[in-house]
């Protein structure tokens, strides 16, 4: 217990996961990550023992970035990262669910200099790397809100599990 | 590599000088855009970390409209200018009549509009930099989004997050004769783009 305790939060207030940050609560704690536009929130759970990590990534691979300095930054490190972050407070990685939202494609930018790297595309890419990475750790996803073109202000609560999407746009959405 | 905050006083002041231009030139284009006169203040200029950037911008949540264009050529990066409710509303009266328009719900024409708005903006700030500089400038056809703040943000952010930390933001005030209201341009050089305006002006 003690070992974990920089993890933990207690308090009823909402726990805030910045940009490329990851952060683990325990039952009544709830996470929150504000504005997700391409970037994509991951969010994992065990109903056993009601712990609850949220990651906010940018990026889909590690190996493919330059500064490569935070773990949290990219879909693949960033989820393990969180497991393993989980697995300290108590969490089984056999146990766990994911619900994850996020992912959109904010601009059409149809027209750009650089043909390298699609912007428009980062969005689905970190979607799929996302999946992808689940799919090797046998992290099931029950719920999913991702793509279109909007922003997304995430709620996950380790009481319940539940995960709630609010935009600009429409209200509350319960997943 | 290049850092903005590595700069010195005078390499940002000479940004900082940039901005001024560039904010001069905006308030003419849109004043005969609209047809009457705006009085601004003297910009702000700071060098930022983009997890600062929201807050700055009034929290992440925060609603805004987005017009991103690309440059390319002697020089490439981004300019973002953002502007909220309050400004999109001043100028969908003043360019499409005195209304009761929706920035969160825009039709096609409004955001059009609105669009070219922050086109203008955003090519006097090129033009700007390219007149100072001596050098071409390619610009890409804008692109217009209206949302959260940080989801607008998440954009140019991404693209950046593997090479640099730091972005350069323009505060403007505008004024008419009845209301205040805020713009924001965002200005984010590639990293050789940005080693190549620093050698060019002899810093």
């Known amino acids: 217990?003690?070992?974990?305790?920089?993890?933990?939060?207690?308090?009823?207030?909402?726990?805030?996961?910045?940009?490329?940050?990851?952060?683990?609560?325990?039952?009544?704690?709830?996470?929150?990550?504000?504005?997700?536009?391409?970037?994509?929130?991951?969010?994992?759970?065990?109903?056993?023992?009601s712990v609850a990590g949220m990651v906010h990534i940018l990026l889909p691979y590690k190996k493919t970035a330059v500064n490569q300095s935070n773990p949290y930054?990219?879909?693949?490190?960033?989820?393990?990262?969180?497991?393993?972050?989980?697995?300290?407070?108590?969490?089984?990685?056999?146990?766990?669910?994911?619900?994850?939202?996020?992912?959109?494609?904010?601009?059409?930018?149809?027209?750009?200099?650089?043909?390298?790297?699609?912007?428009?595309?980062?969005?689905?890419?970190?979607?799929e790397a996302v999946r992808e990475v689940l799919r090797e750790l046998r992290i099931p996803i029950i719920a999913d809100d991702t793509g279109d073109r909007l922003g997304r202000t995430i709620t996950f609560s380790a009481e319940t599990g539940q995960l709630t999407v609010k935009t600009v746009r429409w209200e509350w959405k319960k997943l | 590599m290049v850092n903005y905050s590595e700069l010195d006083d005078t390499a940002q002041d000479l940004l900082r000088e940039i901005g001024n231009i560039g904010t001069g030139?905006?308030?003419?284009?849109?004043?005969?855009?609209?047809?009457?006169?705006?009085?601004v203040e003297l910009p702000q200029v700071r060098i930022i970390n983009y997890r600062e950037a929201p807050e700055l911008l009034g929290g992440a949540e925060t609603f805004q409209t987005g017009?991103?264009?690309?440059?390319?050529?002697?020089?490439?990066?981004?300019?973002?200018?953002?502007?909220?409710?309050?400004?999109?509303?001043v100028m969908l009266d003043a360019l499409l009549g005195p209304g009761d328009?929706?920035?969160?719900?825009?039709?096609?024409?409004?955001?059009?509009?609105?669009?070219?708005?922050?086109?203008?903006?955003?090519?006097?700030?090129?033009?700007?930099?390219?007149?100072?500089m001596g050098i071409k400038i390619e610009v890409s056809v804008p692109?217009?989004?209206?949302?959260m703040v940080g989801a607008l943000l998440s954009v140019p952010m991404i693209h950046f997050a593997n090479l640099?930390?730091?972005?350069?933001?323009?505060?403007?005030?505008?004024?008419?004769?009845?209301?205040?209201?805020?713009?924001?341009?965002?200005?984010?050089?590639?990293?050789?783009?940005?080693?190549?305006?620093?050698?060019?002006?002899?810093i």
């Open chain 1, 1 to 49: 217990m003690k070992k974990c305790f920089h993890f933990l939060v207690y308090d009823m207030d909402k726990t805030v996961v910045g940009i490329a940050e990851g952060k683990v609560v325990r039952s009544p704690g709830e996470l929150i990550t504000y504005a997700l536009g391409s970037c994509v929130g991951i969010c994992l759970y065990d109903r056993t023992c």
């Open chain 2, 143 to 147: 692109d217009i989004c209206s949302d």
């Open chain 1, 73 to 127: 930054k990219f879909a693949d490190t960033g989820i393990i990262a969180l497991v393993k972050d989980m697995e300290r407070c108590g969490a089984n990685v056999r146990r766990m669910t994911a619900k994850i939202a996020g992912g959109a494609k904010m601009f059409e930018r149809s027209d750009t200099f650089k043909g390298e790297v699609d912007e428009t595309q980062i969005g689905q890419r970190n979607v």
């Open chain 2, 67 to 89: 017009i991103l264009l690309e440059i390319g050529g002697e020089l490439s990066g981004m300019f973002m200018f953002l502007l909220n409710e309050e400004f999109s509303k």
């Open chain 2, 164 to 202: 640099s930390d730091e972005l350069m933001l323009i505060e403007n005030r505008f004024f008419t004769d009845k209301t205040a209201f805020t713009g924001h341009v965002l200005f984010l050089p590639e990293m050789e783009s940005l080693e190549k305006m620093f050698s060019l002006l002899g």
């Open chain 2, 25 to 39: 030139n905006a308030v003419t284009a849109l004043s005969s855009m609209v047809g009457h006169s705006f009085n």
């Open chain 2, 101 to 132: 328009w929706d920035p969160v719900n825009m039709d096609e024409m409004c955001r059009s509009v609105i669009c070219e708005v922050g086109n203008i903006v955003c090519c006097s700030y090129v033009n700007a930099l390219a007149r100072l």
